[in-house]
Nanobody, 121 residues
């Protein structure tokens, strides 16, 4: 069973940067690592997807230029780097493990509990 856990959430001021870490247990390398967020009162939205073995990445339009997904320095960890955070980035951020092409994931098999970031102006 794949386990996923996020960390790194905290309160920050507008303009600051933040790294989230996703730690997971998953055999093999042919899978997707996705980051999502859900703001209060809004639907969950996909931030971006990384194909773990191919290294391909795909980002939502709002994430391009400010958000970066990468492999962590430790085995089975991934990083979401967020720059120039704004109050509208306040949300719970979650990572997931899935399958499919990065541009159109077929399914998400395991989710973390999420980590909260609050951005004040």
């Amino acid at each position: 069973q794949v386990q996923v856990e996020e960390s790194g959430g905290r309160s920050v001021r507008a303009g600051e940067s933040l790294n989230f870490t996703c730690t997971f247990s998953r055999d093999g390398r042919n899978f997707l690592l996705g980051w999502f967020r859900q703001a209060p009162g809004k639907e969950r939205e996909q931030i971006g997807v990384l194909h773990w073995s191919l290294g391909e990445r795909h980002y939502a339009d709002f994430a391009k230029g400010r958000f970066t997904i990468s492999r962590g320095s430790s085995k089975d960890t991934a990083i979401l780097r967020m720059n120039d955070l704004q109050p509208e980035d306040t949300a719970k951020y979650t990572c997931a493990i899935g399958k499919g092409p990065v541009t159109r994931p077929l399914r998400w098999d395991a989710w973390g509990q999420g980590t909260q970031v609050t951005v004040s102006s």
